[in-house]
């Protein structure tokens, strides 16, 4: 015998299959960066400026305002500027922050692609210095640091043209998303619009992964004018 159901049992019967993160992920690297990263893992920016003991008014200049240029931290090891971050475009789209604590939240995290053509992008803006890409295995990754992975729909270091809303629950942690998705954020932001089935741009983790090199897979050097070709 067959039954027929009808449009509204039919929606409340179907549901969407969960999202799913990708089998790789990808972290983009200065080149003079990796004799650290191999050393000591990758580190947030948060983290290098605790390693390299810096305090003071330079420590304030790199972590908690708009860096306009390529800034060396120690001894070789540089971190990106964030011409994409004006402040006045922050102060348009933040929720319930400054820009001064936006800069000192994405400081403290470390991020990875997930796809390449957003790290291509972001290696465009790094000409025309070499870049180190590493190619992350994700379901390793995840195990062992899902307590401190956060997951973002939008590139959260771009203010430029439309920004997006933003505020601290742009990072949705990695079991909140798992369990529903972007609803933590769009709770948080009071959005209207729902980005429910908007994949990750971002990955981060929290302050460190020193033992990175237990997770690559792969590790690509990119000369100038040089992308990641998947």
């Given amino acids: 015998m067959m039954y027929a159901l009808t449009k509204s049992a039919c929606r409340k019967a179907w549901k969407p299959k969960p999202m799913k993160l990708p089998p790789r992920l990808y972290h983009l690297a200065e080149e003079t960066n990796w004799p650290s990263i191999r050393r000591h893992g990758l580190l947030s920016t948060t983290s290098l400026l605790n390693q390299a003991g810096l305090r003071g008014e330079r420590r304030k200049r790199i972590e908690r305002s708009r860096r306009l240029e390529h800034t060396e931290v120690s001894d070789g090891v540089y971190v990106r500027d964030q011409k994409p971050l004006p402040a006045e475009a922050l ?49 390793r990754l995840v195990a062992r640091y899902a307590d401190r992975i956060a997951l973002s729909p939008i590139n959260t270091g771009n203010a430029r043209r439309q920004p997006a809303k933003r505020g601290r629950c742009t990072f949705v942690p990695y079991g909140a998303w798992v369990e529903s998705e972007w609803s933590l954020e769009r709770e948080g932001l009071r959005a209207l619009r729902s980005r429910q089935r ?30 990641l070709r998947r």
């Fill in 91 to 139: 102060r348009r789209c933040l929720i319930r922050m400054t820009p001064a604590e936006w800069y000192a939240l994405i400081n403290s995290k470390v991020f990875f692609w997930l796809d390449t053509d957003r790290l291509n992008r972001q290696r465009g803006a790094c000409e025309p210095r070499p870049q180190v890409v590493l190619e992350i295995d994700t379901a």
């Fill in 198 to 227: 908007c994949p990750p741009a971002e990955l981060t983790i929290a302050d460190a992964v020193p033992d990175i090199m237990s997770f690559v897979k792969c590790v690509y050097r990119l000369s100038p004018g040089e992308k």
